[in-house]
């Protein structure tokens, strides 16, 4: 058990166009799922977190109106981006924390997004 | 906030050989300590994982050590295969009290497996 699923896994765009990016965890329920970015060579970095039902939670320096969190149900989280730009292009990776396993983490495969 | 420094970077290591990777944090109420393998364009692959009422925890050839006073924690991997080959990242994680907290990661470790 315990995979989660990230929807599209890739996704070329023209700049200024908006792309949705789906997380779900599969056979767990997630009250928290993260979202993470991912530059090339780089580490991994928490842009927000996400509550089932209430407000996303943003990092420092993560612009809340561009990259819009829904967390609809206890195993979907979904993350937008709004009016994309060619510096937004990047590995977006989420992941779920199992509600019987706290702190316990699984990422999805990641989103490869290129804005042109 | 916290801040995690692994090393090394790079580790390359003879086939049946063991590897040693080693990572410090900051905060002191950090208490969750996983690690990940993540494969060239994939998604982080949860490994093994600690918490701070444990001092080390093994499964099969991997084994993770915590050391709380002096804030760092290490992977050993024994035995080490082709396979092995990836890039491995210590994380940590604290209690904000509110639930689940997000991973703060190292910048990672190429682990080359030389036949």
């Known amino acids: 058990g315990a995979v989660v699923s990230q929807h599209p896994s890739r996704v070329i765009c023209k700049s200024g166009t908006s792309v949705k990016i789906e997380c779900r965890s599969l056979?767990?329920?997630?009250?928290?799922m993260f979202w993470y970015r991912q530059f090339p060579k780089q580490s991994l970095m928490l842009m927000a977190t996400?509550?089932?039902?209430?407000?996303?939670?943003?990092e420092q320096g993560v612009e809340k109106d561009k990259f819009l969190i829904n967390h609809a149900s206890l195993t979907l989280s979904t993350l937008t981006v709004t009016s994309a730009h060619p510096e937004d292009s990047s590995f977006y990776i989420c992941?779920?924390?199992?509600?019987?396993?706290?702190?316990?983490?699984?990422f999805g495969p990641g989103t490869r997004l290129t804005v042109l | 906030g916290e801040n995690v420094e692994q090393h090394p970077s790079t580790l390359s290591v003879q086939e049946g050989d063991s590897a040693v990777i080693k990572c410090t944090y900051s905060?002191?109420?950090?208490?969750?300590f996983p690690w990940y393998k993540q494969e060239l364009g994939k998604g982080p692959q949860l490994i093994i994982d600690?918490?701070?009422?444990?001092g080390e925890k093994k499964d099969q050839r991997i084994a993770v050590t915590l050391n709380k006073t002096a804030k760092h924690f290490s992977l050993h991997i024994t035995e080490t295969q082709p396979e092995d080959s990836a890039v491995y990242f210590c994380?940590?994680?604290?209690?904000?009290?509110?639930?689940?907290?997000?991973?703060?990661f190292g910048k990672g470790t190429h682990l080359i497996i030389q036949p």
């Open positions: 600690i918490r701070s009422n444990v």
């Open positions: 994380a940590a994680s604290g209690d904000s009290g509110g639930g689940a907290d997000g991973l703060t």
């Open positions: 992941s779920a924390d199992r509600l019987d396993l706290t702190d316990t983490q699984y």
């Open positions: 905060d002191s109420a950090s208490n969750y």
């Open positions: 996400s509550n089932e039902g209430s407000k996303a939670t943003y």
């Open positions: 056979d767990f329920q997630a009250t928290t």
